[in-house]
């Protein structure tokens, strides 16, 4: 069975530095990676994902990922955060086909402080 | 993309009491399913419903407390059923982007329904 493993369950940072947040997972098939954030008191919004090609994904509000199929790794990263950054970063997978649902990781809380 | 509306958004609930939760897409998807997340935990796969069949759910949980139907291609509704105080969540509906757009393979969900069970 497909897991997720995040592996900082919080992740503190000063604002304007830079921040990665850390995810492994464990598939022997071909699999779709996704980060997702959820602000406090809101739904999930899709940061980026990973389908296939490229290794390095960029999504939106500065976030990229970089997928590496031998570390079976999908780590996301910014360059420089901010302090609207702060909230709770899923990573989840599914296999590489329609109809199936979504395996997530127990997230990680990114907190942003000046 | 998907627009998905829940209600309702939240509610307090009674021990041993049931709460209907509906959700409503703004466009015709084969499948959709139906997330648990507990208080500052992730989230759980609680099923998935196909329209036209019965729903399938994973390991944990059962028809008989989280009945669902999906009478549909845009709605589904999930019935938390004899609730306790465990069962304080938010639940969350989520659907999959249609084929043939850049979305497909996303999901999207709704905003949740946070529920409290007292």
């Known amino acids: 069975a497909q897991s997720v493993t995040q592996l900082d369950s919080q992740v503190p940072v000063f604002e304007e530095a830079p921040v990665e947040l850390r995810c492994n997972y464990s598939?022997?098939?071909?699999?779709?990676l996704f980060w997702y954030v959820q602000y406090p008191n809101q739904g999930l919004q899709l940061l980026l994902k990973?389908?296939?090609?490229?290794?390095l994904v960029k999504g939106i509000n500065g976030f990229e990922a970089e997928f590496n199929k031998s570390q079976t790794s999908f780590h996301l990263r910014k360059p420089s955060v901010h302090i609207s950054d702060t909230a709770e970063y899923f990573c989840a997978v599914t296999p590489g086909q329609a109809g199936t649902a979504l395996i997530f990781g127990k997230g990680t809380t990114l907190s942003v402080s000046s | 993309s998907a627009v998905i509306s829940q209600k309702p958004s939240r509610d307090i609930c009674q021990r041993g009491t049931s709460l209907t939760i509906q959700c409503q897409v703004d466009s015709q998807v084969t499948m959709m399913f139906w997330y648990r997340q507990q208080p500052g935990q992730s989230l759980t796969l609680i099923a998935t419903a196909n329209q036209g069949s019965e729903a399938t759910y994973e390991s944990g949980f059962v028809i008989d407390k989280f009945p669902i139907s999906r009478p549909n291609l845009t709605f589904s509704t999930l019935t938390v059923s004899n609730m306790s105080p465990e069962d304080s969540s938010i639940y969350l509906c989520s659907v999959e982007g249609p084929r043939g757009v850049p979305s497909y393979n996303e999901q999207f969900f709704g905003p949740g329904t946070r529920l409290t069970v007292l």
């Open positions: 598939s022997s098939v071909s699999v779709y």
């Open positions: 990973y389908l296939s090609g490229s290794t």
